[in-house]
């Protein structure tokens, strides 16, 4: 039992403990909030709309991130990309929001009908080409994602926007430092005898928790604080249990 436990471990480890799973749960969690107990403050106030493809391309990202397929980075960076029309406004936020969840449906389409498989679908036959996309296509979306950060500090922030919360201020920040250890990750394998991976979940993780904390006089933020820290605290235990001895695990 204790080797089945063991194995399972080091296989959650694996496949998720980068920064894909963070930017995931960003993404599920901010839209969320935006479909049901923040809707009417979109309702109210339609400047807020850009939040539903912006939450979406989060989603979109980390599942790309965990999926590490050529068709699902190339819709990621689709929907990364819509960033831009929805925060300027230059198409109606419904278009926006719509298109991205048609780019995070075919994302999920393309996880069931790759799993398995040894060749990416759709790639180009020139090996050069196939090459550099999947190095560099999430790069450019997650650029994508961390320009949003940037904006915020760059023209938003000194414009004095509506977003003044603290909360704002402090998860961009956070996602700038997250981004770049995830851009990190392919190039650099350990920072300060940590592996990238796992600097980039935990940084991840902590922002997802630091942002709830700070909206915690919000009761409908209560139960995705409660998720972030059960789920912080079972990705704990799984690193703990992975890096066991085989002896004192059962193995041989």
């Known amino acids: 039992m204790r080797w089945v436990v063991n194995r399972l471990a080091r296989a959650a480890v694996v496949r998720y403990a980068n920064a894909g799973t963070p930017l995931l749960l960003m993404g599920i969690m901010w839209l969320y909030l935006w479909v049901f107990p923040w809707h009417g403050a979109y309702l109210a106030d339609p400047h807020w709309g850009h939040n539903y493809a912006e939450s979406l391309a989060f989603l979109c990202v980390g599942l790309a991130y965990l999926n590490r397929r050529f068709i699902s980075d190339l819709l990621a960076l689709l929907a990364a990309s819509l960033v831009i029309p929805a925060a300027l406004e230059l198409l109606p936020h419904p278009v926006t929001a719509i298109a991205a969840a048609a780019l995070g449906a075919l994302i999920i389409v393309d996880m069931v009908m790759e799993r398995g498989r040894k060749d990416d679908l759709g790639q180009p036959t020139d090996r050069r ?119 004192s695990t059962g193995e041989n």
């Open 129 to 247: 080409l196939v090459f550099w996309l999947k190095r560099h296509l999430m790069r450019f979306a997650l650029l994508m994602l961390g320009h949003i950060a940037l904006i915020y500090y760059l023209v938003r922030l000194p414009g004095s926007t509506y977003e003044q919360q603290l909360v704002t201020r402090v998860y961009d920040g956070m996602l700038i430092v997250l981004v770049i250890l995830a851009l990190m990750e392919g190039a650099v394998q350990r920072l300060w005898g940590v592996a990238t991976t796992l600097w980039g979940f935990g940084w991840g993780m902590l922002s997802i928790v630091v942002a709830l904390l700070l909206l915690a006089g919000q009761p409908e933020t209560w139960v995705l604080l409660g998720l972030s820290l059960v789920l912080s605290a079972l990705a704990g235990a799984c690193l703990a249990i992975s890096r066991r001895p085989a002896a």
